[in-house]
């Protein structure tokens, strides 16, 4: 049996040479077979193996099927086992991928919260401005207060 990568079963279809297209299940996956004007069977396979895509969920692979001028076919369920373990690859890299996403957008939402308080206590006429060298002068009071607590400490 042949396979056929995603942009061949475009090409193909496009130029009329798909017969009709299946829906096989595969214990809890299912791979999409092809029977073409010339070929005979195919499968629909990776784009760069020659082992069959699978798909863990049909819709993704008649979401597929649809957006390919495919919409009309067969299923084959014969082989299909709900509850058993589907072979299509976890991504923990994604998953790992897609939680630094959600953090980085939580702390950018924190960041500019701040920012917004920020720029509204600076707009708020009753705020007291202290110059910087006065800011300096009292660090160097608070400084100078613990370097003495932690000499009388030892």
Do not use: C
Not at 81 to 94: C, I, K, L, Q, V
């Amino acid at each position: 049996m042949h396979t056929l990568t995603l942009e061949q079963l475009r090409t193909t279809t496009d130029a009329g040479g798909v017969k009709g297209v299946t829906l096989k299940a595969e214990g809890g996956d299912f791979i999409v077979q092809i029977d073409t004007l010339r070929g005979g069977e195919a499968v629909l396979a990776k784009a760069r193996s020659t082992e069959p895509r699978r798909f863990g969920n049909p819709a993704q692979a008649l979401s597929l099927l649809r957006d390919l001028g495919l919409t009309v076919g067969a299923f084959n369920v014969e082989q299909w086992n709900p509850h058993g373990p589907s072979s299509a690859r976890t991504r923990p890299d994604r998953a790992q991928a897609l939680r630094r996403t959600h953090q980085a957008a939580s702390y950018d939402q924190w960041f500019r919260a701040q920012v917004a308080q920020g720029l509204a206590e600076a707009d708020d006429p009753g705020t007291h401005w202290i110059s910087h060298a006065s800011a300096k002068e009292d660090m160097q009071r608070q400084r100078a207060a613990l370097q003495a607590l932690v000499k009388g400490s030892r």
